[in-house]
């Protein structure tokens, strides 16, 4: 592992002398990394998942369960933040020192609502998958469709020009 | 931007709407009488009086306008049909398509290139039986 400042590029160059008159005397480039793999001296990990808000230590306000109906629980996170925030104001009036719950209380709200819309990415990634394909099958079904038309009329040409050919 | 990004983005404005709230009423609030045992705090009405009675109803106006944005952004989220696997057997049959159009593709593609190298071919052979460049067996 280079730790130089200016490290030399790898000397994996001379392997790959001959690979324009034989492609096969190189070898093949290393299989994809799996698991945990260190960068830069950083771990980093192959299997990117979103850490649910228990294993971050955070309490978590909407229920858990397969499916989520999403809207409904961001309108409720929405005016239990709003609620939230006049308890805060009111607080801050009557008795100002009591100040730290509530604030922690908004901060458990925001973490638990960006957390919702973190979890929607995934969906979201796998929506523009199925977008990508269904406009890529329109456009394969379209360019078929081109296709055939061209070759029909390109057969017409030819038995009009075989028939000009053919006539006097 | 897409829906869930202006989402997150609604979001920390909220949050920065409601701590500037808190701060600039916190900084700029006029001293207020707390007991009778100590005497009317010296009020200097410096640019108080006026303009600091429509600050917070400014800016709570302007949180609950963020709020109901809010709202109206998460009515616009498109609604989630069936879940994950729902997705995830979608995307398999459109990719069993995708493959079947793409080979029906290739096949008229072959066909198409062979009848143009036929064409082409034959009309080599009459261009060249019109010139003369070449005798016809």
């Known amino acids: 592992m280079a730790t130089a400042?200016?490290?030399?590029?790898?000397?994996?160059?001379?392997?790959?002398?001959?690979?324009?008159?034989n492609p096969k005397s190189a070898p093949e480039p290393p299989p994809p990394v799996e698991g945990t793999y260190v960068c830069f001296g950083g771990n980093?990990?192959?299997?990117?998942?979103?850490p649910s808000l228990e294993e971050q230590g955070?309490?978590?306000?909407?229920?858990?369960?397969?499916?989520?109906d999403?809207?409904?629980e961001l309108s409720a996170l929405n005016r239990e933040l709003q609620l939230h925030i006049l308890e805060l104001a009111d607080v801050l009036?009557?008795?100002?020192?009591?100040?730290?719950?509530?604030?922690?209380?908004?901060?458990?709200?925001f973490k638990n609502l960006h957390h919702l819309l973190n979890s929607l990415r995934p969906h979201q990634a796998r929506a523009t998958v199925i977008h990508i394909l269904e406009l890529q099958i329109q456009r394969r079904k379209q360019a078929v469709e081109d296709i055939k038309r061209r070759r029909e009329e390109a057969q017409k040409l030819l038995k009009e020009a075989l028939g000009t050919l053919d006539g006097p | 931007m897409d829906i869930i990004s202006q989402l997150q983005e609604q979001v920390n404005t909220i949050a920065a709407l409601a701590f500037n709230t808190f701060g600039t009423l916190q900084r700029d609030a006029p001293p207020v009488r707390l007991s009778p045992n100590y005497p009317e705090p010296p009020a200097n009405p410096t640019e108080d009086a006026a303009n600091f009675a429509e600050q917070p109803k400014?800016?709570?106006?302007?949180l609950v306008k963020a709020a109901k944005q809010f709202d109206a952004l998460v009515a616009a989220l498109p609604?989630?049909?069936?879940?994950?696997?729902?997705?995830?057997?979608?995307?398999a049959e459109l990719q069993a398509e995708n493959d079947a159009v793409g080979q029906e593709l290739q096949r008229q593609l072959e066909a198409a290139e062979k009848?143009?190298?036929?064409?082409?071919?034959?009309?080599?052979?009459?261009?060249?039986?019109?010139?003369?460049?070449?005798?016809?067996?």
């Open chain 1, 44 to 50: 980093y990990t192959t299997d990117d998942v979103l």
């Open chain 2, 58 to 62: 400014l800016m709570s106006a302007a």
């Open chain 2, 79 to 91: 609604s989630s049909e069936g879940g994950e696997e729902a997705q995830l057997r979608r995307i």
């Open chain 1, 58 to 68: 955070v309490r978590q306000l909407y229920p858990k369960g397969p499916n989520i």
């Open chain 2, 115 to 137: 009848e143009l190298k036929q064409v082409q071919e034959l009309f080599s052979q009459a261009a060249d039986n019109c010139l003369n460049l070449k005798k016809p067996d």
């Open chain 1, 70 to 72: 999403f809207k409904k």
């Open chain 1, 5 to 21: 400042t200016y490290p030399p590029p790898p000397p994996f160059y001379r392997l790959y002398k001959d690979y324009l008159q």
């Open chain 1, 93 to 109: 009036v009557e008795r100002p020192s009591q100040y730290a719950r509530r604030v922690e209380d908004i901060s458990l709200i």
